[in-house]
């Protein structure tokens, strides 16, 4: 965690975070690039006994500075879009460490993706099989493919975060699998190089992904009986963090499982983690406008602040617990509050029933936001998309800065 607390203040590393508000504004997103380093860091250093590849989730946190500093570091990377292509592209990381997912890639897409001369396309339906080979055939392009089962693994994790159960619109049936990689052998307008799974996300288990390795090796093998040749094989992310009372994914165990499994094989092992990475190092810094108390001890406590659902909705959508601390130690009287944001919606809250010392005008840190957090933010309420700040030991840099009315409103017309 990048939070500590120096003489009652509560810092990013080096920086006071009442100097980011006054830096930035509130509400804002502030992340840890030290964190993600780290992270970063120490998870290749765990891999680093299995020939392997990191793709980083790209749908975890896009900003345009952490995959311009994840490349440098040499993370490959994970998309779902084409948007998501444009941005690695603009980071400066080379398109053939990119690995496109995801189930309802366009014809537009899938022809920037082809002409930018990207890793893999991960094929989902036997109507995108056919898809990229007409494109293919069209631009006289011979794309890489992975084939993404679907293994039918039940994780424990939220349902909205489980993509690998039965009835998930994500990947192919094994024996679907088996029905494209021989059309794909005869076929002269692509190239399969691979098998991929995903999971979920928010899974804390290693037995999971053993499970799904396996599958994927059985897939391998039945394939290089008639003689094709795989380069790799797939696993996905979905790795976990804990929240609050979450059991982190420790990743050293699953490299001793994997690692049992890929002893003496040639596929070089590809997984994908986001959250994982950049979760923990993201803050969202919000400052406190009104507390709404009643004499009546039916009636709950509010803290409402300038932060939203439209900022953070992952308590909103997902019940998602993250911590939230006053940024100063105070000596007002604790109190149970929930903690909740302007917009005009009963499920727009931050946290409940928080336990806080508060005053009005305190700033609060909400943790652990590092992920899905800007990434799925809008305009609920015409309200302004926040501005969001890489901490790096004693700087601080302004990595998007906050949206103004003029930016909403730019693409609207009158009819």
């Known amino acids: 965690m990048p939070l500590r607390r120096v003489n009652g203040t509560l810092h990013i590393d080096e920086i006071p975070i009442p100097r980011i508000a006054e830096f930035a504004g509130t509400p804002v997103y502030a992340y840890s690039w030290q964190t993600i380093q780290d992270r970063y860091t120490r998870f290749e250093s765990s891999f680093s006994d299995i020939p392997h590849r990191t793709h980083y989730a790209v749908k975890a946190n896009s900003n345009l500075a952490i995959l311009r500093r994840l490349a440098e570091l040499g993370a490959a990377f994970d998309i779902v879009s084409g948007g998501e292509l444009e941005r690695v592209l603009q ?77 998930s619109k994500f990947g192919l049936s094994s024996q679907e699998v088996l029905d494209l990689a021989y059309r794909s052998r005869a076929s002269s307008e692509m190239h399969l190089i691979g098998i991929a799974c995903h999971l979920g996300s928010q899974i804390s288990s290693v037995e999971p992904y053993e499970t799904a390795l396996c ?79 009643d004499s009546q001890a039916n009636r709950p406590n509010f803290a409402v602040v300038d932060a939203a659902m439209n900022d953070l909705i992952r308590p909103a959508l997902y019940q998602a617990w993250h911590d939230i601390e006053p940024v100063q130690s105070s000596d007002a009287q604790a109190k149970d509050w929930n903690v909740v944001g302007p917009v005009c919606e009963s499920g727009d809250f931050l946290g409940l029933n928080r336990s806080l010392r508060l005053h009005d005008n305190d700033l609060l840190a909400i943790m652990d936001v590092g992920a899905y957090g800007s990434v799925l933010s809008s305009n609920y309420n015409s309200r302004l998309r926040i501005a969001e700040v890489l901490v790096d030991g004693p700087a601080m840099h302004l990595i998007r800065a906050r949206e103004t009315m003029d930016d909403q409103l730019r693409l609207e017309r009158f009819a």
């Open 215 to 293: 599958q994927l090796l059985v897939l391998v093998d039945q394939l290089e009986e008639i003689g094709m040749d795989l380069h790799y094989v797939n696993v996905g992310g979905g790795f976990g963090i804990n929240y609050h009372s979450e059991q982190e994914l420790q990743v050293d165990e699953l490299v001793v499982v994997f690692a049992k499994h890929l002893t003496g094989r040639s596929q070089l092992l590809c997984v994908e983690p986001g959250r994982f990475l950049v979760g923990p190092a993201g803050t969202l810094i919000t400052r406190v406008e009104y507390l709404k108390t």
């Open 91 to 167: 980071s400066g990381a080379p398109p053939s460490n990119v690995i496109y997912s995801g189930v309802g890639k366009t014809t537009e897409e899938l022809s920037f993706a082809m002409k930018s001369g990207i890793g893999c396309i991960n094929v989902e339906s036997e109507s995108e099989f056919d898809r990229i080979s007409q494109i293919a055939k069209t631009l006289k392009i011979r794309p890489n493919i992975a084939l993404r089962v679907n293994p039918e693994i039940d994780v424990d994790t939220n349902p909205y975060l489980a993509t690998a159960h039965s009835s």
